[in-house]
């Protein structure tokens, strides 16, 4: 996991001269694969503090099987927000072996924080209604390369 941390934050590194005013959307993070049962998702990185704080804001749509997974050097519980954001999402806290803890909906432009309801590491963002539509609920497992090994 160190190794794949460690390339995942060298992406971010070698992108960092790239960031965007604090007023756009982020839009060329490095991107994974990932799968939720037989469906894929097509997720940006987030993997510094600055991708992290900035995340889905400014976005005004997001296309169906895109999202954003943020990535933290460690477990602790994860609170987001939603300043600045434009579309509605859901939030999936993910555990290291890509099991989904538990899902909120957040409302566009508001400072709810929302919360894992224990320590995570991933936090995935999608549009809302995806994870519904899908099935995918808590207990539900993730796929891709930061789960494999757990």
């Not at 490095?30 to 400014?58: C, E, V, W, Y």
């Given at each position: ?109 508001t400072t ?20 519904a539509k ?17």
């Open positions: 996991m160190k190794k794949l941390l460690t390339v995942l934050l060298g992406y971010a590194l070698a992108l960092g001269p790239l960031a965007h005013a604090q007023d756009a959307p982020q839009m060329n993070l490095p991107r994974i694969k990932m799968g939720a049962g037989m469906h894929l998702i097509d997720a940006q990185l987030a993997t510094n503090s600055q991708q992290r704080a900035t995340g889905l804001m400014f976005r005004k749509e997001m296309p169906a099987s895109e999202g954003m997974l943020f990535v933290f050097e460690q477990a602790s519980e994860q609170c987001f927000w939603m300043k600045n954001t434009l579309i509605p999402l859901t939030a999936a806290f993910v555990a290291d072996d890509g099991t989904i803890i538990n899902l909120v909906d957040m409302k566009p432009q709810d924080s929302q919360c894992s309801a224990k320590p995570v590491r991933y936090v995935l963002e999608m549009n809302q209604g995806w994870f899908k099935g995918i609920k808590a207990g539900s497992k993730l796929s891709g390369t930061p789960f494999h090994g757990k």
